[in-house]
């Protein structure tokens, strides 16, 4: 009856009827066990392996944990007494070897939560008997392991540890599968050296011919990852010209996450749509799409979002993706506490997703809880210190928290790790901007141009240079530089500052012109709502006491402000921490500056250590010197949105 029994077993496990196994075969189990004068150590042995895979292919973790663990110490009592049917077993069935049966054992732990122990288990693997896929796996547990994904704490420690390991284990990968691309990135994303990793992947026995363009992609890689973003989309993009790869899709998110890291929103939607319609299902590229429609406020943005969002709700998976998708869609409506429950959902399946990450920081900023928000983007800088995004966000938190020191530190911080992006210039210039100081007023006029210097079309850019020149009293500047651009490039922020200096000019019909266009583009503009406001409760005359109910330095960013910003008020702060001399060092020679968080300075210069800078400074001082107006609260506030 057991040999009847263990044959029926073996057919069912042959014809890969796992869920069909596991009632004959455990009762096969305990028939062996109660009855020792029919059962045999082979018999026994192989039945166990037959039940313990078929619990790990129904995904039966916990008891598949269990049944491995007790296979692999059987498996050594059989090879201490040289047991020679165990390599007739190992010989018909690959998936039984001491090696793959520790690969399932660690999976079984990593998806049970048990990280640790996941990685104690393939570390037991001999380096030289680690396959392909086992590095992998290590690699991965060793770079992006988390615990909880509310735990701030254990993402740090674990992501931190490891990186060493991780490393090796990516290039042990690249060696034997140079083509693997994931690993090429996660390779350069740990701060390898482009040149290094392009090295490696060409003395690769395996690599294959007439491949050239795999370098350029290497160069891609690395330019993204050093936050040289609008570098990293033009060497994709050319790749997309002048290759044969053009219109790949995976090509051409990578051309469009690269322009939404650099804020280059609208470049960045015309690829990401492109991929979106060529591979519809592709939730990588329908999760950025969804950020930078949101964000970008273009035309048809909200429908188009919108359809995405149905498509994705739709389909009945629970991947970290859907959830994210999910999750945007609430921030996109306002309903941000239940946004923060997907957005947990999909960080408890994948603790490393940077979208998901950075999410969670902009929804509980938004639901003014500002010192999680702090916490949540400290986590995503340790997962993506190359994202702006994480830099303007714990800004964003210090100024809501009036700690100041902390958010000018953050300020600097951000152009030294972004030199080449217009935006950290401009999140700076604007700073320096509202300060009473005359000085530091004069210094926000050199970071604007510095922005523009880098991206001469770069809005935020164009409308702080022309706040500066209002300020200083040459409208004429301030007027033909806006009409130069929007010629260009229509914005509704930007028609509604020439709205503001045609209005403090007594040039009110201009004023009112300009006002309407800018409502022509967005109807629900808040600025151009107030400036038609005001000059209705004037009766358009040249009142000035109308004219100074709204300041000139109104910001082309203002038009969502959080209502911890529109209920601040005037505040004492210290003067601003740079002096000439460090204002002169950020706009001089990138190659004399330090570099970014993680990956130290190209030139050899030690890294910098911005949790020390900000620990330095004091939390909270706000007495002692210059006033800063309301408008800095209101206008920082409401740059989160550009």
């Known amino acids: 009856m057991e040999n009847a029994l263990f044959t029926n077993v073996k057919k069912l496990y042959d014809h890969q009827l796992y869920e069909c196994v596991i009632p004959p075969a455990s009762l096969l189990s305990t028939l062996l066990q109660n009855d020792r004068n029919v059962a045999t150590l082979e018999m026994e042995y192989q039945v166990q392996l037959y039940l313990a895979n078929s619990h790990y292919k129904e995904r039966h973790f916990r008891i598949a944990v269990r049944q491995l663990d007790d296979l692999l110490q059987q498996r050594r009592t059989m090879i201490r007494y040289k047991n020679a049917c165990l390599v007739a077993i190992e010989s018909a069935y690959a998936q039984f070897t001491d090696v793959e049966l520790r690969r399932r054992l660690a999976e079984c732990y990593k998806e049970i939560g048990e990280f640790f122990q996941a990685i104690a288990t393939l570390t037991a693997i001999p380096v030289k008997s680690r396959t392909p896929r086992v590095n992998l796996m290590l690699a991965r547990l060793q770079h992006r392991a988390r615990g909880s994904s509310t735990m701030a704490t254990s993402i740090t420690s674990l992501g931190c540890r490891n990186k060493k390991e991780a490393t090796l284990a990516y290039k042990d990968l690249v060696r034997d599968c140079p083509m693997a691309l994931q690993a090429i990135e996660a390779l350069l994303e740990l701060g390898v050296d482009g040149n290094e990793v392009n090295s490696l992947v060409m003395s690769a026995a395996t690599t294959p011919n007439n491949i050239d363009w795999l370098s350029n992609w290497i160069k891609a890689l690395a330019q993204m990852y050093d936050c040289k973003h609008l570098e990293a989309a033009r060497t994709f993009q050319s790749l997309n010209d002048t290759t044969t790869l053009r219109r790949n899709e995976h090509l051409l998110v990578a051309i469009g996450k690269c322009y939404y890291y650099h804020g280059s929103l609208s470049q960045a939607a015309q690829y990401l749509s492109t991929a979106v319609a060529g591979s519809p299902h592709n939730l990588e590229a329908i999760g950025l799409l969804s950020v930078v429609y949101d964000i970008g406020k273009m035309d048809g943005a909200e429908r188009e979002r919108e359809r995405l969002y149905v498509q994705v709700a739709a389909e009945r998976e629970f991947t970290a993706g859907h959830w994210f998708v999910h999750a945007q869609q609430m921030h996109s409506i306002g309903k941000y506490e239940r946004g923060l429950d997907f957005v947990e959902r999909c960080l408890d399946i994948e603790s490393h997703h940077v979208e998901g990450l950075l999410l969670r920081g902009r929804m509980l900023s938004s639901l003014e809880r500002s010192t999680e928000a702090v916490e949540a983007f400290r986590v995503a800088q340790t997962v993506a210190p190359y994202r702006f995004e994480v830099y303007k966000g714990l800004f964003h938190c210090y100024v809501s928290l009036r700690r100041i020191r902390e958010a000018e530190a953050m300020c600097t911080w951000t152009i030294r790790s972004f030199r080449t992006s217009p935006r950290s210039y401009t999140m700076l210039g604007r700073t320096l901007f509202h300060f009473s100081g005359k000085d530091v007023k004069t210094s926000a006029r050199r970071f604007a141009e510095k922005a523009l210097e880098i991206d001469p079309n770069y809005t935020p850019g164009v409308a702080l240079l022309a706040e500066i020149y209002q300020a200083e009293g040459d409208s004429k500047s301030a007027i033909k530089l806006l009409e130069m651009h929007l010629e260009r490039s229509p914005r509704a922020n930007l028609f509604s500052i020439l709205g503001d200096i ?82 002169s060092q950020i706009l001089g020679d990138p190659a004399s500056s330090p570099a970014r968080s993680q990956h130290g300075d190209a030139t050899g210069d030690p890294e910098v250590d911005v949790d020390a800078i900000v620990e330095g400074l004091a939390e909270g001082e706000v007495e002692g010197s210059d006033t800063m107006t309301e408008t800095l609260w209101h206008d920082v506030d409401s740059e989160m949105n550009n």
């Open 502 to 583: 045609m209005r403090s000019e007594k040039q009110f019909v201009k004023a009112l012109e300009y006002y309407y266009l800018a409502l022509g583009l967005d109807s629900k503009y808040r600025q151009a709502l107030l400036g038609i406001s005001a000059l209705k409760s004037s009766g358009i005359t040249g009142s000035s006491s109308n004219e100074d109910k709204r300041s000139t330095s109104s910001s082309s960013f203002a038009d969502n402000p959080a209502p911890s910003a529109r209920q601040a008020t005037p505040c004492r702060t210290p003067d601003f921490v740079l002096s000439d001399s460090d204002i």
